[in-house]
């Protein structure tokens, strides 16, 4: 079982920085592959980004690609989002996952393939 909590969320203007952060309780931690999704009212719950377990590979949405980074700590339980240039499409609850992956180097890019959510946190972007 892992738990998952997000924070870091909030509001910010167009063109901002935002770091979102998620603390995992697994005793396991480096056996997950994580991600960050998000949903925005009305639309389903989308891949922003993942990261394999070993932290040395990572995959990113086209929407945030060059613009958002992920990275992750394994002695601390802990993954980053680091939002840049942030854009007001780009509002949306956003979601930490932790999934099995059979590879140090997988990641992980749909929503089934992740076993465990956190609750998510809001950012909301004004232009």
């Known amino acids: 079982q892992v738990h998952l909590v997000e924070s870091g969320g909030g509001l910010v203007q167009a063109g901002d920085s935002l770091r979102l952060s998620c603390a995992a309780s697994a005793r396991t931690f480096s056996s997950y592959a994580m991600g960050w999704f998000r949903q925005a009212p009305g639309k389903e719950r989308e891949f922003v980004g993942g990261?394999?377990?070993?932290?040395?590979?990572?995959y990113y949405a086209d929407s945030v690609k060059g613009r958002f980074f992920i990275s992750r700590d394994n002695s601390k339980n802990t993954v980053i989002l680091q939002m840049n240039t942030l854009k007001p499409e780009d509002t949306a609850a956003y979601y930490c996952?932790?999934?099995?992956?059979?590879?140090?180097?997988?990641?992980?890019?749909?929503?089934?393939?992740?076993?465990?959510w956190g609750q998510g946190t809001q950012v909301t972007v004004s232009s």
């Open positions: 990261v394999s377990r070993s932290g040395t590979r990572s």
């Open positions: 996952a932790a999934g099995n992956a059979a590879y140090t180097t997988s990641v992980l890019t749909t929503t089934g393939q992740y076993a465990y």
